[in-house]
C-alpha cells in the first residue's frame, strides 16, 4: 500500500535530487587583520547565490592584549548576526562556539546572499595586535537558486 | 567589481576546507540502563549540533516512559520530558527552545556523555539513538 501512494504522488521519489549541507572552514590569524577604528576585521569571501545556515568560531590562540575582545561573526550588514558579540567574554583561547539559535541570521532560518559578499569577524582592540589564531565554519545550505 | 571584492579578502575562497555533519547512531535496550539512565559517550572534542530518538520496542514495566535526554549538566538539556514518551512513533529530536538547542549546539571539551532517563521497572523497551556531528575538529 505504501508503494502504491508513492506511485501516485506527482513529482515521485525518482523526481529528487539529494544536496548535501557541509561546513566551510577557514583558519585565520592576526595577520588576517584589517584595522578599523578601535576594531580589527577578517574579512572571509562570500560568492554569489550562497545559502548560509548557521556559524561558529573557535579562538585557538588568544587575541593579545588587555582590552581585546570578541565582537561577533556577521557581515557588513550585522557584523554580529551568526554569532553575537558576548557568545564570547574576552578574546580567549577555547572551545568551538556556535551562534545561538537567537543570532538574527539564525532567527530567520539563514541568510541567501544573492551578491558576492563578505563574512566578517571582528574584534575590539585597544592596541596592535601580535597573536591571535582560529577557525570560522559556515554552514553552507548546498541549495543555490540558480536557474 | 565582484572579483576584485573577493580578491581584497584574506583568507580567500581557496583556503577553505568542506566539513561535513553526520549522525553517529547508536541502537539502546533498558538492559544498558544503570539505575534508570542509558549513558552515550561524547569525546573530548565533540560539538553535537541535535539528538534523536527512535523506540522500536515500546518500554513497558512500571510506568512506562522515557523521562528526557540531557548531559552532565541536566537530565533534559537536550529532550525534556513532556516531549517524549516510552512509545514513540517515529523519531524525536530536541526542540529549538531546548537548552543545547537554542544555544546552537554544545561543544564537549572533555571526555563525557549524553544521557536518557527511563522509567524504573522497565522490563522492555530498544530503540536508537542518534547524535549529530557538527563534523568539526576544535
Redesign the interface.
Known amino acids: 500500500m505504501a508503494i502504491t501512494t508513492q506511485w501516485m504522488v506527482s513529482p515521485d521519489e525518482r523526481d529528487s535530487v539529494a544536496h548535501?549541507?557541509?561546513?566551510?572552514?577557514?583558519?585565520?590569524t592576526h595577520d588576517?587583520f584589517?584595522t578599523e577604528t578601535a576594531a580589527a576585521v577578517?574579512?572571509?569571501?562570500m560568492?554569489?547565490d550562497c545559502w548560509v545556515l548557521?556559524g561558529?568560531v573557535?579562538i585557538t590562540e588568544t587575541v593579545d592584549g588587555t582590552a581585546q575582545d570578541f565582537d561577533g561573526l556577521g557581515d557588513d550588514s550585522d557584523p554580529d548576526g551568526w554569532v553575537a558579540d558576548g557568545s564570547i567574554v574576552g578574546a580567549t583561547a577555547?572551545?568551538?562556539?556556535?551562534?545561538?539559535?537567537?543570532?538574527a541570521y539564525?532567527v530567520t532560518g539563514g541568510k541567501h546572499y544573492t551578491?558576492?559578499d563578505?563574512i566578517t569577524l571582528t574584534f575590539e582592540v585597544a592596541a596592535d595586535v601580535t597573536t591571535g589564531e582560529g577557525?570560522v565554519?559556515l554552514?553552507i545550505g548546498g541549495l543555490t537558486a540558480e536557474v | 567589481m565582484?572579483i576584485t571584492?573577493?580578491f581584497?579578502?584574506?583568507?580567500?575562497?581557496a583556503?577553505?576546507?568542506?566539513?561535513?555533519?553526520y549522525w553517529k547512531e547508536f541502537d539502546w535496550s533498558y538492559a544498558d540502563a544503570i539505575s534508570d539512565v542509558i549513558y552515550f559517550p561524547v569525546v573530548a572534542?565533540d560539538?553535537i549540533?541535535d539528538v534523536a530518538v527512535s523506540v522500536t520496542t515500546a518500554i513497558t514495566g512500571g510506568t512506562p516512559d522515557i523521562e528526557g535526554v540531557g548531559d552532565a549538566a541536566g537530565a533534559t538539556t537536550w529532550i525534556a520530558d513532556a516531549n517524549i514518551t516510552g512509545a514513540v512513533a517515529g523519531i524525536v529530536n530536541s526542540r529549538?527552545a531546548e537548552t543545547n538547542?537554542?544555544?546552537?549546539?554544545k561543544?564537549y571539551?572533555t571526555n563525557s556523555y549524553i544521557k536518557m532517563t527511563i522509567s524504573g521497572s522497565a522490563a522492555t523497551g530498544a530503540g536508537k539513538f542518534w547524535m549529530l556531528m557538527?563534523?568539526?575538529e576544535?
Open positions: 548535501l549541507p557541509y561546513w566551510k572552514e577557514y583558519s585565520w588576517d584589517v577578517v574579512h572571509f569571501p560568492p554569489a548557521a561558529a573557535q577555547g572551545g568551538i562556539v556556535p551562534g545561538a539559535l537567537a543570532a539564525m551578491a558576492v563578505v577557525k565554519w554552514l | 565582484s571584492t573577493q581584497m579578502v584574506s583568507p580567500v575562497e583556503d577553505s576546507e568542506a566539513k561535513l555533519p572534542g560539538f549540533l529549538p538547542k537554542a544555544t546552537g549546539g561543544y571539551s557538527s563534523g568539526l576544535a
